[in-house]
């Protein structure tokens, strides 16, 4: 078996300010990915990498920016923080070439910005 | 387009009830159908999926779930539930088309009274 490690566990940020969210996992998968979970709502795919060095833009990659630095780690930039935001990040990792893949996620990140 | 609709928001049962929890999609091509469990502050855990052969597919726990072509749904079954199964509950669809990126439904809260 395999852990995600996501932090921080909460974040609490001011608006315009940059923040930086970290994802690790030991499953040695290929693919990691970068979804915004707001209340109510389903996930949406902010940014994903197919490998080390890869990023490919979701649905919602507008405002962000990430970083894959290494085959385990992926990390997720908010550019600017906009007041009253509050959401979760998850982070989740799948083996490669699997659109029949089952993803495992990380617990998140709570964001909220004042 | 692919998208995924689940219509409940709220699914409200007693200890021991069965449960369905329903998910329809609208794609057009080959794809892979899953269920996530996400209990309260945690991440998504996969419960199962499809992606061909027998239309009706096993999952933990005791939930199994079946794929309808004609009616483009994959909902979700259990036959008695237990107050642990309380979480949120989230069909997902993803195909060669899109590569690999799931596709989740807006989720559906399942509160088990005693």
């Known amino acids: 078996g395999g852990i995600i490690t996501q932090t921080p566990k909460f974040l609490i940020g001011q608006e315009g300010q940059k923040l930086t969210l970290k994802c690790q996992q030991n499953?040695?998968?290929?693919?990691m990915y970068w979804y915004r979970q707001d209340s109510g709502k389903g996930l949406r795919l902010i940014y994903y990498?197919?490998?080390?060095?890869?990023?490919q833009k979701g649905d919602l990659s507008e405002g962000y920016d990430a970083s894959r630095e290494k085959k385990s780690s992926f990390s997720l930039t908010v550019t600017s923080a906009q007041k009253n935001e509050m959401a979760v990040f998850l982070c989740?990792?799948?083996?490669?070439?699997?659109?029949?893949?089952?993803?495992?996620f990380g617990p998140g990140t709570r964001l909220t910005v004042l | 387009t692919q998208t995924v609709s689940q219509s409940d928001a709220h699914v409200t049962v007693f200890e021991g009830d069965s449960v369905e929890l329903r998910c329809n999609y609208s794609?057009?091509?080959?794809?892979?159908l899953s269920w996530y469990i996400q209990h309260h502050g945690h991440g998504l855990q996969f419960l199962l999926k499809?992606?061909?052969?027998?239309?009706v597919v096993q999952g933990v726990n005791g939930f199994e779930a079946e794929f309808s072509k004609s009616d483009s749904s994959f909902h979700l079954r259990k036959a008695s539930v237990h107050w642990s199964d309380s979480a949120v509950y989230f069909c997902?669809?993803?195909?060669?088309?899109?590569?690999?990126?799931?596709?989740f439904g807006q989720g559906t809260k399942l509160s088990i009274k005693p």
């Open positions: 989740a990792s799948s083996i490669l070439g699997g659109h029949y893949a089952e993803q495992f």
């Open positions: 499953f040695n998968h290929d693919t």
């Open positions: 990498s197919i490998t080390e060095n890869d990023l």
């Open positions: 794609y057009g091509g080959s794809i892979y």
């Open positions: 499809y992606y061909s052969g027998n239309p």
């Open positions: 997902a669809v993803s195909s060669n088309y899109n590569q690999g990126k799931l596709i």
